[in-house]
Structure formats: structure tokens, C-alpha cells
């Protein structure tokens, strides 16, 4: 039986109020405030201005439960770092036109990747793995759009950190740290965020530049000075790339064989 717009909306309405009351109840989400729309079909979280990748992740998770993962989003309200599910968002399908756009995405990741390769001895130290997620992680950045399906990346880069550096892991090795910024007033699918740092535990989104170094203060275009100057914030990215070792081949082969 096909269930009527009425019930379908009525359903959708239910699952917003049932997130609402989920993520409000649930004490270790540091949320600043929260609210939710009058027709309830909007249920709106203001975070700390930094938040990490772990706490933001739990509310993903509370709406996965509730089937509603896919219409939730990421952006900034004057200044402040906000998660949204909105049961009227869709993403859109990209339209493919007469021709087909260049994908070069995949090689401008590698080319970044390449690049920290033969920055020296250090990052000899970093496995073949770790680098292969580093790549991916760079190409679904570079694949990224807003919730309107706009171009919503400005800046990224690829760093190699050494031990007791700013964004190194605790291993007492060196590490990758993937850094990004997402333009001011665009607001993305946390969904395509946390499948683009799913391997990523160690890392944070903030809208607060002054709590990072330096070094990760990534360029503006114009648009997102300007945008700065009206007091809209773009979104940081910090992400600390897993240190996994690689396989042995003869290893694998007899876990196959096994």
C-alpha cells in the first residue's frame, strides 16, 4: 500500500521531534543550544565553535538510527558551528549536460600526496596505507558539494608532522594531518562528512581559527573574506590520518589460503 503525502510527512515530522528529543537528552553532546521549528520539520543544534570528530559523529549516529542520517547538515549561523537535520532536504542528483565535466580530483590528491612523499627522510616512516588514506580522504574533499550541489571547497592541504609538532599523533612517529575549509553561508551533507573521515578518529571542525596553528590556516577565496568581514565563518577541517601498518604480501596470502 503507497502511503499518502500527508502520511509520509507526518511520518518524516515524527522522526525530526523523535531526533530532537534524542540529541537533547543525551548529556554527552555538548550542544549550546537547541531548537526545533514550529511545524517541527527542522531540528537545529549550535555547538561549541570547535567541536570534535567524535561528538559530532554521535549525533550522526542518533540520526542513523532514526533513518534520517541523509538529511542532516553541516554549517555556520552567525559565527557558530551548527548541525541541522531538515526532513525537506534531498540531495540533489548531479545533472550530467552534452559534456561531461573533467574529473581530475583523483589525480590532484595524488599529486598532494606525491608531494609530502618526497618532502624527506620523515616521511619514509609513513606506510603505504596510511598514505592510500590520505588519498582518499583528499579526493572525496575535492568531490565535496553543499547542500545545493554547489562548489563549497576552498582550500586543503596535506601535512606531514613530526613527533611533538602541532596536529602530530602521540605515537612518537610522524603523522599525516589533512586540513580543509569549507566556504562561509554553505552548508554541507554531514553524511558525505563522515564518509570522507570515517577512518579518521583524532580530529575537529571549527569555525574558530585562532584555536589552531598557523600552519593550518588556510587561504580565503575573496567571496570568503568578504563573507568574514560580515561575521559568517567558513568551517576548518583538522583530521589526523591513522598510522596503520601495511600487510605483508605473504602474510595475506595464507590468510587467504587459510
Given at each position: ?7 509520509v510527512m507526518a511520518d518524516a515530522i515524527q522522526k525530526a ?242
Amino acid at each position: 500500500m503507497v502511503k499518502s503525502v500527508g502520511v509520509v510527512m507526518a511520518d518524516a515530522i515524527q522522526k525530526a521531534k523523535a531526533f530532537h528529543e534524542a540529541a537533547v537528552s543525551t548529556s554527552n553532546l555538548t550542544f549550546v543550544k537547541s531548537s526545533l521549528s514550529p511545524n517541527g520539520k527542522l531540528s537545529s543544534h549550535t555547538l561549541t565553535k570547535s567541536t570534535s570528530f567524535q561528538s559530532l559523529f554521535a549525533f550522526q549516529k542518533i540520526a542513523s538510527g532514526l533513518r534520517c542520517a541523509h538529511r542532516t547538515l553541516l554549517g555556520s549561523v552567525k559565527g557558530e558551528l551548527c548541525y541541522t537535520m531538515n526532513i525537506g532536504f534531498e540531495k540533489r542528483r548531479v545533472e550530467v549536460g552534452k559534456k561531461r565535466r573533467v574529473e581530475t580530483e583523483a589525480e590532484d590528491a595524488e599529486r598532494a600526496v606525491d608531494k609530502v612523499k618526497r618532502s624527506g627522510e620523515p616521511a619514509k616512516l609513513i606506510t603505504d596505507t596510511s598514505f592510500s588514506i590520505a588519498t582518499s580522504i583528499l579526493e572525496h574533499l575535492l568531490k565535496l558539494r553543499g547542500a545545493a550541489n554547489e562548489t563549497c571547497l576552498e582550500s586543503y592541504a596535506l601535512s606531514l608532522r613530526k613527533p611533538g609538532q602541532y596536529g602530530a599523533s602521540n605515537n612518537g612517529k610522524p603523522s599525516l594531518v589533512v586540513a580543509a575549509r569549507v566556504a562561509a553561508g554553505v552548508a554541507v551533507p554531514m553524511g558525505d562528512v563522515v564518509q570522507i573521515f570515517a577512518k579518521c578518529t583524532d580530529g575537529l571542525i571549527t569555525t574558530d581559527e585562532s584555536v589552531i596553528d598557523e600552519a593550518f590556516r588556510l587561504p580565503m577565496t575573496e567571496q570568503g573574506a568578504a563573507a568574514h568581514d560580515r561575521q559568517q565563518r567558513s568551517l576548518l577541517f583538522l583530521a589526523s590520518v591513522p598510522h596503520v601498518e601495511d600487510e605483508v604480501a605473504g602474510v595475506q596470502d595464507n590468510k587467504k589460503a587459510d
